[in-house]
């Protein structure tokens, strides 16, 4: 057992009043110079979480795991051209990472797998004493929404969700506005996943997004995985680009939570569709019955009155939009049609472009390594959620967003699927904080952010 | 008893097929050359229609009724000043309405009096053997839904529901590319009531839309009465300008009905912090409780299996938007940003600015009437209500919106309230059409509209 593990075991006893505090460090006394990154799935999402260590002088990937030889071979090849050493290479079986996770030389890891493994990853790596950073989202079911919270409790581990969209330029403006008090009380948000995926859930099996309506076994990337869901689960499977930012702008698990959601679905038509046009009628894929509705509306209410509305609607021809709204007593920003509107700034009744606006309001990190992020995919957003989970791991302090955000938001599946399953019941949140919400106090976004 | 009316007795006992077919005559055998009107209510929306039937030829406004002597003034010298000969009056005290049902030379009465007038006075129209044209909300409580419908059937006299918003250019060019089926099966819609009316809910009593806060008796116009509803009810009391057309794209009430809704409040902030600012903290209504949510989300579920979400959000600052979507499997139309996206047609991916194709599919009927409806109010929307209902009335055919249809739409506002107070728990809508709505038939919005 390393140092630096036997020092999280140690402190794990002195319990939860510890752990909470968001930037107390109890980890190593000093920040390490380099941390070790093992990375846990080297697929397109995993290569460009790669992509962006490599690029940063205060990490080392020391590990790598993938059950595709052909993914070991394109990240070997990104780090032998980035000079840096040779890392230990694992993939031999579904169960392989379990040795990435005994290495001595491995400090935290970058889980970027099926979503079916990220809680069993997250909790194992947290059980090992690693650092966890894990790919959205980060649950399927409430045990595992549970699994998360307990096993950073127990462990004194910390993960964190590496929700990207939270570290957005227009979200990061936003955010400072909200702490800013521009919008005053807050009231009402909207969020969601708007992303017309039928081609990445149905492929040739050939190339990630090529023409054809394969998926599972004869699919590949992320066809091979991600369309099971769709086909079984009638849910939100997909909330936290939407809802991660909203979490935090509303400080939800840090004064403020999730308390019940209804959920309702439409027909689901969209695939199928797409499948009789790009395969024909008589492909076996259109015999299918998908049971994903085409638009899913979450509305949820919180313990300080606000509601936020949660869409997913994956399945049918539309341009992207995650559909921001943020709402106040003051004043709304709305990311479709770019507009904000703040009593006694804007003219009455009249929407002001937003663009003045966040430029105004943008966020410091954003103005210090925005030219610099914007090469790093996704508009910048990745490169600053790599960031932030360097710098939390190279502490090992708590992250911006930890094992309960990660349960509060990923909990919108099970409990969606719940509503829609009973004609949108209302179905109640548990408190993964165990009732500390009410003493939780929020990350400081503008300040403690890298 | 008028010949007419004796006739629409008759006609009554050929029972509900008659009743049901959408453009079937059974009033006179002749139209009419002009429609005799009996306007009850003739406040600022009242002067506004009456605005537009003197306008017409086909028209003539034999009686007018409204409780206010100024009100009556006013509407007294429009009539006067446009040349036609005056009307009788009435106004002495609340029920005096019922003196002008009794009148032969009123063939059709308009209403457009505050909210909780309006079934009683439709009701007691259509009893009277008076085609009725019924301001928006239609009705207060699930009662009152049944009381419309069943009256209707019960007279066989027919009611409007006078939704303007159907005939916004925009909307019916929308309708006209359903009809045309350019979105494909239809899957999800948005829509609502977003109006900042602090300034309309709370006047200084003296002017309808100056400052000051007062309400109830001491305000004057919509304050009066309508901030009463804020004041008590945690509900969704206007509903109709936002799903009126979605319900009649989705063939609500024709081949399709709502089946159950669940409804989400936010807190109450809005009103009593406007109390506040503009009529100091120690203002008696600073002490108000108002039960209204800000932000009231309904998503209704439909038969076949669509989704519609409706917004309630007018205590905030915020410009004005109803929030349209409508989406279906090829593609959407979002009037918040004016876009449009149609597989296949627009860039991959890409909205297009949906002008083009409001242009393209502009409704005939403003390409005949757009520029004489400009000058109607609302943005022309008014003309066309307005020709709509005398048109049908000339006729005493079953309008585009009838009874059915201002029961299915009104009823949102009580099952909203019984999901809020049940934290969200979904309402099954009643079936205001006994069964029929299997069989009928969706009226030719293209074809039959005036």
Known sequence: MSSRRKFIKKSTVLGAGIMMAPSLTFGMSKPQDKLKVGMIGVGLRGTNHLNNVLLRDDVLVTAICDIDPNRISIALDMISKSGD??????GKGDLDYRNLLDLKEVDAVIIATPWLWHTRMAKDAMLAGKYAGLEVSAANTMEECWDLVNTHEQTGTHMMILENVNYRRDIMAVL???KQNVF?????FRCGYQHDLRFVKLNDGKSAYGKGVEFGDKGISESAWRT????????DVYPTHG???IAVMDNINRGNRFTSLTSTATKAIGIHNYIVEHGGKDHPNAK???????????????????SIIVTHDCNLPRPYSLGFRVQGANGLWEVDGNRMYIEGQSKPHRWDEADEWLKKYDHPLWQKYGEKAMGAGHGGMDFFVIQAFVESAK?????PMDAYDAAAWSAITPLSELSIENNGEPQDFPDFTRGMWIKRKPYNWIKDSY
């Open 243 to 245: 809802v991660g930012p």
């Open 85 to 90: 050493p040779a890392p230990k290479v694992f």
């Open 228 to 235: 099971q869901h769709s086909l079984l689960r009638n849910a």
């Open 395 to 399: 502490q090992n302090i708590a992250p």
């Open 288 to 306: 299918l019955k998908f049971k994903q509705g085409d638009v899913i509306t979450t509305t949820i209410e919180t313990a300080n009155g606000e």
């Open 184 to 188: 005053g009380e807050l009231v009402h």
């Open 176 to 178: 400072n506005m909200v």
